[in-house]
Structures are given as structure tokens and as C-alpha cells.
């Protein structure tokens, strides 16, 4: 079975550009959620999705951060414009359900120049 | 903030000695999830311990949890080079997403 996949792995952006992540969850989960995780703030939850449906959004990150989840085998993460202060690396994981295991994809690092 | 005192931040020990990194948590949980990240990959589920459960051992880990005091600790025992990555601990509020402590470095030197 593949794990969770995360295109691109590294990017890097200009101030004032638009970027997208994308995400591919584990097969059959139910549960997808974007991370941004820096040494400083530790993992901050940015979207919880639960079979498709928007349960939580990371009430800092509302203004600039769009996640979505297209269909329950693909998810996008768009920051718009982007920030210097937006570099970190973004980690997304399916889980099959509460109180289960997240598995995370390998995760995107990015830079904002 | 769920977490009340932090974890330690980071930890060096030698090759075989035993190590214990603790989380504190301020609402009720039903599980503790702890999670171990290598450099330059996701965090891994290495134990997954239930609030009806007081310990949890997996090989050389061993995690456990206290509800009264709202605390969870995990071991490792003979700590190896291998075991040298961030370990997190994370809380499971119902119908919520995971909530995560800040990592505690493990770093295990020859």
C-alpha cells in the first residue's frame, strides 16, 4: 500500500506568489490534515478534513491559507500571497478515523524568498 | 494551549543508556499518541496508548499514561544511535484533530 505522497518535496517562492501543495492521502482514509511545522512553533494544525467535509482551520492561518480537498484521494494546499515568515516545512496525514494512527506524507519544504 | 509544562527540549545521552521524555496535557484525552520524526521525514506512530491503559511497551519503548495527573511519559531502554530523532507526544480530543506537544531531540551518541 502507499503511504502519503506530498508534491513538490522542496519549492521555493518569490513574496507575492501563489503556490499549491498537494497531497494524496493514504487509500480508504477518512481523515486528511495539513500541518506547518517549524523548530520555533512545533507542528501547527492549518485544515482537518473529514470525508471530504471541513472540520477544523487553523484559526491564524484563515486569511492566506486555502486547503481543499477536491475528491477523498487528493487535497491541495494554497497560500496566497505567500510570506517570507511562510517558510517552514507543510506535512499533510490521512488517518482512518478518530483516535487512529496519522500517517504523514514525507512532507514539502518551503522557502519564501 | 493543551500542553502544560513542556517537554525537555532536547536530550544526549551514550549508546545504552535508558531515557525518559514526559508530556503533560490539560484536557481530557482518549488516547496519547507518541510519535518519532527523522530528520528530513513525517513523524511515525511508534505508540499509541488509551486512557483505560496505565502502560504501553513496544521492544525497547515503553509509554504510559496517567489520567489523574494528566501526564504521559515515554522510555526508552538501552537507547541505540538509531533512536536519535524528535519524539512527539500528542493528545486525541474527540471529533478533533491531534493536538501536538512541541518534540523533545533525542540525541543518542556512541
Known amino acids: 500500500d502507499a503511504g502519503v505522497t506530498q508534491t513538490p518535496r522542496h519549492e521555493v517562492a518569490e513574496k507575492g506568489q501563489t503556490i499549491i501543495l498537494k497531497c494524496e492521502p493514504v487509500?480508504?482514509?477518512?481523515?486528511l490534515f495539513w500541518y506547518r511545522q517549524t523548530k520555533i512553533q512545533g507542528l501547527e494544525l492549518l485544515s482537518y478534513f473529514r470525508s471530504k467535509s471541513l472540520m477544523e482551520d487553523g484559526g491564524a492561518f484563515k486569511d492566506r491559507f486555502k486547503a481543499e480537498m477536491l475528491n477523498s484521494s487528493f487535497s491541495t494546499l494554497k497560500i496566497q500571497p505567500t510570506e517570507p515568515k511562510d517558510s517552514a516545512v507543510y506535512l499533510c496525514?490521512?488517518?482512518?478515523?478518530?483516535?487512529?494512527?496519522?500517517?504523514f506524507g514525507p512532507g514539502t519544504r518551503l522557502t519564501v524568498l | 494551549s493543551q500542553w502544560g509544562e513542556e517537554n525537555l527540549q532536547a536530550l544526549s545521552i551514550q549508546e545504552g543508556e535508558d531515557v525518559t521524555m514526559n508530556c503533560s496535557y490539560k484536557t481530557y484525552t482518549t488516547v496519547v499518541h507518541w510519535y518519532r520524526q527523522d530528520s528530513g521525514r513525517g513523524p511515525a506512530l511508534i505508540i499509541l496508548i488509551r486512557s483505560n491503559e496505565r502502560e504501553k511497551r513496544s521492544g525497547r519503548l515503553r509509554a504510559t499514561l496517567d489520567t489523574s495527573s494528566q501526564s504521559s511519559s515515554l522510555s526508552i531502554t538501552a537507547a541505540q544511535c538509531e533512536d536519535t530523532a524528535v519524539y512527539f507526544c500528542a493528545t486525541d480530543e474527540k471529533g478533533r484533530a491531534l493536538i501536538f506537544g512541541t518534540g523533545t531531540t533525542v540525541s543518542v551518541s556512541p
Open positions: 487509500s480508504g482514509h477518512n481523515d
Open positions: 496525514a490521512s488517518s482512518p478515523g478518530a483516535y487512529a494512527e496519522q500517517f
